[in-house]
């Protein structure tokens, strides 16, 4: 699966305290912007503009990447002072350098850091300030629309109709939005709908837009009813007390009859454009997401003791369970200011009574269930597993009603500020199938999701389900979920490709959970993410 370009960033850089390397006058310094590839080789991405005889470097020339959520993406910023006209950096002094990742940049906004030398020793008092914006047009027109009088296509019963949004290209015409079908309506009214302005006009609110409105057919031979083309401006002025009025002109019927007027009316009742915010604006804006870990303990995995259990450690110290959590835990953290992670077994016996827990801390401190890092979390992870009996069964619900109790309080907030992810790692089969499915219907209607991997070789198709991505999940009940928060993958799927594809595979969707999450609620970052 192809990574999703989440967005792209304009990072800016500047200087401060850099080294003096030039007798007589000051550096004349440059930043180049390196990446790394999968093979851990550095590949030089971008270059500023050389300031001359400056210390303090405002960079005017931007770097524009491509944002990858879901991906460690590592950053090297040199620092050289350019003495000569050559290309090859090799020649020129060395000024200092920065190594962080693009996750840091971007949720801390504006990072600061000292510049080392290739001994990683500091390069005198020289610092390097990065700024991360996102590049784009974030807003959304909301639609309210309405037809009457729509030209009958149907020869039983009444036309099916439906309406097409074109932006205008260089090349032609490019779908933007499709609307809903309404059955056997000749003055149908259509459920609100979104369309983002990138996709609609591109941000320009005078580009003609085109409208197509057509009688749907299953066999797909859909029939024109007619056609209107219009500006975004014009929409603007819509209201429910005055909508915005267009004739859908077909062709055809104009040039055969005589008396032709129009083939029905569009009115749209709203169209409002609204601000919407992106992941990378709640995250620079000041959210936070919160990740707690759930590991399964229950009999299924075998003994741990044994060389075929999913929880034996191998002599290397590895085994699926601390792989899913390196490779998912280290893409988290980087958004995540207190590096502290809440983490959690069930399904086993635990001391000193051996009830059985569905939800107990690995370092059995019920008050305190924290571990510091990722690290934190596979050191407790080694030590809880000699101490507890695995047993069953194997319940999901307990956990993730753990989690949206605190995600329940954040909602409590009038901002956008906490997000939480429940990473379940588990070996297959849900025993509490009911519980669970209500316990995530309710979640999807708080800020969460729900990662789950399958380790071992077992059947993970009742998983599947809950990742509601083919349909919408209910609840025993017959509830809806209001939003499909589940996102499962079986690890052996993994088991040959690079560390960070698994974590790819689940983290893909998550930057559009966020962001859908909060819009819908229309909650703002604590912050402005952009002070302009």
Not at 2 to 7: F, G, I
Not at 304 to 329: K, T
Not at 472 to 486: F, H, K, P, Y
Request: aromatic letters at 10%; glycine letters at 6%.
């Amino acid at each position: 699966m192809a990574a999703q370009c989440v967005t792209k960033v304009e990072l800016t850089v500047s200087c401060d305290n850099l080294l003096d390397k030039d007798i007589g006058s000051k550096s004349d310094p440059l930043c180049v912007l390196l990446m790394s590839s999968s093979d851990s080789k550095w590949y030089e991405v971008a270059r500023t503009e050389k300031v001359q005889n400056c210390l303090n470097p405002k960079f005017a020339k931007k770097f524009d990447i491509d944002y990858y959520f879901e991906i460690v993406q590592k950053l090297k910023f040199g620092i050289y002072d350019i003495d000569n006209k050559t290309i090859d950096l090799t020649d020129d002094d060395f000024l200092g350098e920065l190594e962080c990742t693009l996750g840091q940049v971007v949720s801390s906004r504006k990072l600061t850091r000292p510049l080392v030398l290739k001994n990683k020793s500091p390069a005198g008092k020289g610092t390097i300030t990065i700024s991360a914006e996102e590049i784009k047009d974030n807003r959304v027109a909301n639609f309210e629309v309405e037809a009457r009088k729509l030209d009958n296509k149907d020869f039983f019963g009444k036309s099916d109709p439906y309406l097409e949004f074109y932006k205008q290209m260089p090349t032609g015409w490019q779908l933007a939005h499709r609307t809903e079908v309404v059955k056997n309506n000749l003055n149908p009214t259509w459920k609100p709908f979104r369309i983002p302005l990138q996709s609609l006009c591109g941000g320009d609110l005078e580009k003609p837009i085109k409208v197509e409105c057509y009688d749907y057919d299953s066999d797909g031979s859909h029939d024109l009813i007619g056609i209107f083309e219009t500006t975004l401006t014009r929409l603007q002025e819509a209201s429910r007390t005055s909508p915005a009025e267009f004739e859908c002109i077909n062709s055809k019927k104009k040039q055969k009859k005589k008396g032709y007027k129009n083939s029905g009316i569009v009115s749209v009742k709203q169209c409002q454009v609204v601000k919407e915010y992106s992941f990378l604006d709640y995250i620079m804006g000041g959210c936070q997401i919160n990740f707690t870990v759930a590991i399964d303990f229950t009999g299924s995995n075998g003994d741990p003791r044994s060389p075929q259990s999913l929880h034996y450690i191998s002599p290397q110290g590895v085994n699926e369970y601390l792989s899913a959590i390196w490779s998912v835990g280290n893409v988290i953290q980087d958004y995540d200011s207190d590096k502290m992670f809440p983490a959690f077994g069930f399904g086993a016996q635990i001391p000193p009574t051996w009830q059985v827990s569905h939800e107990f801390p690995l370092n059995f401190n019920p008050s305190n269930p924290f571990c510091a890092g990722i690290e934190g979390v596979v050191e407790a992870y080694r030590v809880c597993l000699p101490q507890v009996k695995l047993y069953g069964p194997t319940n999901f619900s307990p956990i993730i009603n753990h989690v949206a109790c605190f995600a329940k309080q954040a909602l409590q907030q009038t901002t956008a500020s906490q997000y939480f992810v429940l990473l379940i790692i588990t070996d297959g089969v849900i025993t509490d199938m009911d519980d669970t499915r209500s316990a995530i219907v309710n979640a999807s209607r708080l800020p969460m999701s729900i990662i789950i991997i399958g380790v071992g070789e077992a059947d993970f198709t009742a998983m599947e389900f809950l990742d509601g991505d083919d349909g919408c999940l209910r609840s025993q009940t017959g509830e809806a979920a209001m939003r499909d928060i589940v996102q499962f993958v079986p690890f052996r799927q993994f088991q040959n490709a690079p560390s960070q594809a698994l974590a790819q595979s689940v983290l893909a969707e998550l930057p559009q959970q966020v962001a859908s999450f909060f819009n819908t609620f229309k909650l703002k970052p604590p912050h402005e993410p952009n002070p302009s």
